[in-house]
């Protein structure tokens, strides 16, 4: 499906109007100013529909083939500037008749019934294909003469619905794709000494996958996410960016040494430790689409060198009590494994762990370290019909290759809610705070929650021993701006929900409400020693700013006017959001849901 495209050409009478004071002039200035690069945004399923928005339009049989055969596929969506991979991005969850989607249930997916019709939804009116620097300019003075919302749109992964905005236009940097290796960077202002070795400076639409490659074809390894479409340079590191490899490595925030943004100003500013550095420090998980328009970031690399992997899964058809006591064997021994340079992803029926540390990633033992370290609960997944996999592989490339890509290419074209929190480190230290967290556990069952879908990230930074065998260099604490809590935490425990594609309002407001209790419940859990991944939240948590940012918030906010006096950018939630605006027209997909949420929850909140 590379290369297909929505018509993007019409006729100056065709340009809607997005606000008052804008004439058909205005617009064809703006469009010439892009080099021709405005374009209407038409949602993703729209080929597939005999009606848009309530008028007549032809079916394009072919395009409607490619977009049902390639409705969750990843790629597809992330080449695409109306892609997006979670279909909160798309549809207004506050409005069910506003939306453009496909019955997501099998593949490929189904035609849209007799008389449905195609709507706008969340999807931004246009949008604009960034090439240069120009592009970005135009684009702030045109919102900034308008009074038009500007969003900011790259590969698709957003669980927040910060990528798109209904009556926006969007800014599609997915082009932006210059990779360059230095052995040895020196940030740009910085001292001849200050150099932080070798480095990969990438375009923020280059994706993840495709730096795991040019860091390989470099004998180098970079510490990154783990889809291959994230695009890595843009909102992973700008909310602070884990990844299976960060208990040795640090989060991507750790790591990145310099951006390079246009703020709302229109100026291109150079952001490190010597030139701009609170832009810096807020741009270190702050959050995207807000700050200003990242065009590239350059992150520290290591280099390549062999990984230990442990992949051990219980049948799929174990009890709901077999995955508890599967749950709570992984959280008595992830300590001990995170002190030894385990990272990774623990589930209800499954553990994908990975490992740098020479003493367990041993190529010349046979794995015997890795398989060693990892018996307890490889005991407990055969015991139980299940298998057990470890061993250590030459690369992360290899690993990456083998264990995380084939189950990452076709995730998309669902509308999947996350609810996740920071659990500190002191619970998994003895019986009582492991008993803590199970009744959290068995609480969320009460509300809906299966644990055999439990879904954990284990992979806070810098949990393991120096005495592991790798010493990383790494800035904690007020270095970067996201929540204190990551630095003293083990797990980043998520609850979520799939919400169905045909979902009524009352289903989309019973849902969320759930998340939303499981968010409070987890709150109550660690108290003010846990946080949020701001990238990975439930979008309708009450105490945002405090859950996601703590005491950081103050000091991001402060930054934010300074850079963006205007509020030029503004997404749901982000920094600068502001408790009014959630009963705006703009934000009125999410805010409809918000106050129905905050209505039935009036008693706990």
């Known amino acids: 499906m590379r290369g297909y495209r929505f018509s993007l050409f019409w006729s100056l009478a065709g340009f809607t109007h997005l606000g008052s004071g804008q004439t058909d002039t205005a617009w064809a200035t703006l469009n010439v100013s892009v080099g021709g690069r405005l374009h209407a945004a038409r949602p993703f399923a729209l080929p597939c529909y005999s009606l848009y928005n309530g008028n007549e339009v032809a079916v394009d049989v072919a395009a409607c083939s490619l977009v049902r055969k390639n409705y ?48 706008q939804g969340s999807v931004p ?35 927040m619905t910060r990528n798109s905005q209904k009556g926006s236009i969007a800014l599609w940097v997915h082009k932006l794709q210059s990779l360059v290796f230095h052995e040895n960077f020196v940030p740009e202002g910085c001292a001849a000494d200050i150099d932080v070795g070798r480095a990969i400076t990438a375009g923020t639409g280059v994706s993840t996958g495709d730096l795991y490659n040019f860091a390989y074809e470099h004998e180098s390894m970079f510490i990154g996410g783990y889809s291959a479409t994230v695009a890595a340079s843009g909102g992973w590191v700008l909310g602070g960016g884990h990844s299976v490899l960060s208990p040795v490595y640090g989060l991507g925030a750790d790591r990145v040494v310099q951006f390079r943004i246009v703020t709302p100003d229109g100026i291109v500013r150079i952001a490190n430790k010597c030139r701009h550095p609170e832009l810096f420090w807020a741009l270190r998980g702050g959050g995207g689409g807000t700050f200003g328009v990242v065009l590239d970031a350059t992150h520290r690399v290591e280099v390549s060198m062999p990984i230990a992997v442990a992949d051990i899964r219980l049948p799929l058809n174990v009890s709901a009590e077999t995955s508890l006591e599967w749950i709570g064997l992984m959280a008595r021994n992830s300590l001990t494994w995170g002190k030894e340079g385990w990272g990774g992803h623990a589930a209800g029926v499954y553990l994908t762990y990975m490992n740098p540390t020479p003493t367990i990633a041993n190529l010349t033992d046979g794995g015997i370290a890795a398989r060693a370290s990892m018996s307890v609960v490889a005991e407990f997944a055969v015991s139980v019909g299940g298998t057990s996999v470890v061993e250590v592989l030459p690369s992360f ?25 920071l659990v500190p480190r002191s619970f998994f230290k003895d019986d009582d705070g492991i008993s803590k967290l199970m009744n959290f556990m ?164």
Not at 106 to 117: K, L
Not at 410 to 420: E, M, P, Q, Y
Not at 565 to 589: H, M, N, Q, Y
Request: with cysteine.
């Open 125 to 159: 009116s246009y949008y604009i294909v960034v090439e240069e620097i120009g592009d970005i300019r135009a684009a702030l003075n045109f919102s900034r003469e308008y009074r038009l919302p500007l969003t900011i749109k790259n590969s698709g992964h957003d669980y």
């Open 442 to 605: 068995k609480a969320a069952q009460s509300l809906g929650f299966d644990p055999r879908n439990f879904y954990c990230p284990v992979d806070t930074p810098f949990v393991a021993d120096s005495a592991a065998g790798l010493k990383a260099t790494h800035e904690t604490g007020v270095e970067t701006s996201v929540h204190s809590a990551w630095y003293n935490s083990l797990w980043d425990i998520s609850t979520s929900l799939t919400i169905a594609w045909n979902a009524s309002y009352e289903e989309r407001l019973q849902n969320m409400t759930a998340v939303t209790k499981a968010t409070l419940l987890a709150e109550k859990l660690t108290g003010t020693y846990g946080g949020t991944y701001t990238n990975e939240a439930n979008p309708f948590t009450p105490n945002w700013r405090q859950s996601w940012w703590g005491d950081n918030y103050v000091h991001l906010l402060n930054i934010k006017r300074k850079y963006d006096p205007e509020g030029l950018l503004k997404c749901w939630k982000c920094v600068g959001f502001e408790d009014a605006d959630i009963s705006t027209e703009r934000f009125s997909c999410q805010g409809k849901l918000q106050l129905d949420i905050d209505r039935d929850l009036a008693d706990i909140i």
């Open 397 to 421: 490339l290899d690993v990456w290759n083998k264990y995380v890509l084939p189950g990452a290419l076709t995730t998309a074209g669902v509308t999947r809610v996350l609810a996740t929190r």
């Open 72 to 119: 969750t596929t990843n790629s597809v969506r992330a080449d695409m500037p109306e892609g997006y991979m979670n279909l909160q991005g798309e549809i207004c969850l506050g409005s069910p008749l506003e939306q453009c989607t496909l019955n997501n249930a099998a593949i490929p997916a189904a035609e849209p019934g007799p008389g449905a019709s195609c709507n």
